[in-house]
């Protein structure tokens, strides 16, 4: 019988995550006040974020100590298995070896629990009393709803509407573990209550659910504000996927030539993907690769510059790619990828040329996933079919040139709660959607005052 998955014992479970920012070739440039313009310094991001996770924004620490109360957490459904895709393989006829690490065997059925655990328990032991937070799918929602039961905190989440009406079992399985949800845009923020002057039919966005949540957590009693992707330590959380599958993949005896996950606000892809890009600095070949939808061509097309991480402007300024902070992507079913910016560090990234980013069309990836559910088995998140679609290009691509690549990529969550969605590909009620010029020019004529990175990148919206 041929190995088909690469099983680590718990005591090969990583203690320590890996932080990039002690790598980087190229310096990140600052996140800036919006208000002074002036590099943010840790006082300014106290009232939302407890201190540890804030010294970890900002450490050049290589690796961190990961605490003996995350690691019990992380025991419950850690290490993840890594699998081999030998049916798919077949399928596709290619001379490529795909193996995938799955991530959706956590208990919220993604990788988003390796943060959120992470997060609750750093605001707990600094007295925090409850958590606010956004979630586009509701796989952020649940999981940080899932993290904070696990080290008794409250949690109230914003979803955006268009997933919050599509997805109603995320919202049981945020109520199950004890957090309050609500559809953002909503009446309770002045953020979601301006939204709702403006349009009412709001279909709702990351952005805008971001401002409801930092709004909340400002105005709340003894409330801190989470956030689920994009941030250095959030990226730096998720980094324990990679370092795990790095052992796995010598156990199975070889190396990836390629990369690949897909990427909202770059958490998963990077989690997966940063320990592979440090081996890149250090002389590695290999292909790392960052997916996109194309109606959402957020790292494809936009600019690199400054620009808020929401809607209504009360965030620091990142560098990072961005579609301008009032652009409202497409009502796509992959709502963990419906956001205007990108992680500053997975920017960065592209910047310096180690990683590269793709898109893909909605209709692709729903054929990938089915292709996926049909030979492997498991039924994917409309997120992670993203990645699934670009390894099945890069499996085909090694066929035509007769090469026998190693593909690894990172399937970021299990799509059982998004039935409806493959309801509506299978009932053929599902298109691709063209990209609004005039929509992503006026968005980004709204950051054209903002400040300008030194490595500002035009973009090739056009
Ligand atoms: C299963 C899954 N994959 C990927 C993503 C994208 O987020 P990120 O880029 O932070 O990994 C999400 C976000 O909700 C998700 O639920």
Known sequence: M????IVLPESEMPRQWYNILADMPDPMEPPLHPGTGQPVGPDDLAPIFPMALIEQEVS???FIDIPEEILEKYLLWRPTPLYRARTLEKHLDTPAKIYFKNEGVSPAGSHKPNTAVAQAYYNK??????ICTETGAGQWGSALAMGCALFGLECKVYMVKVSFNQKPYRRIMMETWGATCVASPSTETKAGRT???????SPGSLGIAISEAVEAAVTGDGTKYSLGSVLNHVLLHQTVNGLECQKQMALAGDYPDVVIGCAGGGSNFAGHALPFVRDKING?????????????PTMTQGPFAYDFGDTVQMTPLLPMHTLGHTFVPAPI???????????????QLIMSKLIRPAAVHQLETFQA??????????????ETNHAIACAIQEALKAKEEGKEKVILFNWSGHG????AAYEAYLGGKLSDYTLPQEEIHRALQDIEPLPKPKQYHPGTVS
């Open 369 to 382: 996933g089915i292709t996926f559910a049909r030979t492997e088995g498991f039924i994917s998140a409309p």
């Open 60 to 62: 050049q620490e290589q």
């Open 125 to 130: 032991i600094s007295g925090t009393k409850g």
């Open 284 to 296: 590695k070949e290999i292909d790392i690769i960052a997916v996109e939808p194309t109606s959402c």
């Open 2 to 5: 041929q190995e088909l998955k």
């Open 195 to 201: 939204i709702l002057e403006q349009d009412p039919d």
């Open 333 to 347: 079913h992959a709502g963990g990828l419906r956001y205007h910016g990108m992680a500053p560090i997975v920017s």
């Open 416 to 419: 059982l709660v998004d039935m």
